[in-house]
């Protein structure tokens, strides 16, 4: 069954730190790999997508993420955080299985930023 | 402003009622979704529908219905609220296939009490 796995509930960071956050995620095909960002009270906003190619991709606000097969990760980055990061971090999968668009989120990861 | 819509933002609900929750999208989205978010758990799907007219049980389906008589609106029932049903519930529509982003509307916040 697909899975994902975000292995950091919290992480505090500070101002104009590198940030990485993890995803660790189980399905038997090439993934359709996703990092969503939510601000508090807000819904969640798609900050990039890694489907094929380059296992490199930008995002918006910064951000960047890698694909590992070998390691099934898809690692979010960011070199220098800003305050207005702070929100919590979904890494999702997209799959079709069973005649259906299955879209699985890890937990999260609620990332604080001190000035 | 192209999006999805969710009303209402949030309700406190007497337990026992019924309660539906509403969700349009004018994306023309084939396949919409409802989730939960509740604390340390992150979004766990209710239902699903990949077209109009047909809908499908997600990883948390007990105590939800949905239909899908339309392309644009995909409506959540809670028959008889419980007090485990307080949540976040967010709507989201993608188009068909499954590399494609899905959108989420602003959540609606559901106390039963």
């Known amino acids: 069954a697909q899975s994902v796995t975000q292995p950091d509930i919290h992480i505090t960071v500070s101002e104009g730190a590198s940030l990485e956050l993890r995803c660790n995620y189980s399905?038997?095909?090439?993934?359709?790999l996703f990092w969503y960002v939510q601000s508090p009270g807000q819904g969640l906003q798609l900050l990039l997508k890694?489907?094929?190619?380059?296992?490199l991709v930008q995002g918006i606000k910064g951000f960047e993420a890698e694909f590992k097969r070998s390691q099934s990760s898809f690692n979010l980055r960011k070199p220098s955080v800003h305050w207005s990061d702070a929100a919590e971090y979904f890494c999702?999968?997209?799959?079709?299985?069973?005649?259906?668009?299955?879209?699985?989120f890890g937990a999260g990861t609620r990332l604080a930023v001190h000035p | 402003i192209a999006g999805i819509t969710q009303a209402p933002t949030s309700q406190i609900l007497a337990a026992g009622r019924r309660m539906t929750l509403r969700c349009t999208q004018d994306?023309?989205?084939?396949?919409m979704y409802w989730y939960r978010q509740d604390l340390g758990l992150g979004l766990r799907l209710i239902h699903y529908s990949n077209t109009a007219g047909t809908t499908g049980k997600g990883e948390v389906p007990d105590g939800y219905s949905v239909s899908r008589a339309n392309t644009d609106d995909f409506p959540l029932t809670l028959a008889s609220a419980v007090p485990s049903q307080t949540s976040v519930y967010f709507c989201?529509?993608?188009?068909?296939?499954?590399?494609?982003?899905?959108?989420f509307g602003q959540g609606t916040r559901l106390t039963v009490v």
């Open positions: 994306m023309r989205h084939n396949a």
């Open positions: 989201a529509s993608r188009a068909q296939g499954g590399n494609t982003e899905a959108f």
């Open positions: 399905y038997g095909a090439t993934p359709y």
């Open positions: 999702a999968v997209g799959a079709v299985s069973g005649g259906y668009n299955k879209l699985i």
């Open positions: 890694y489907f094929s190619g380059d296992t």
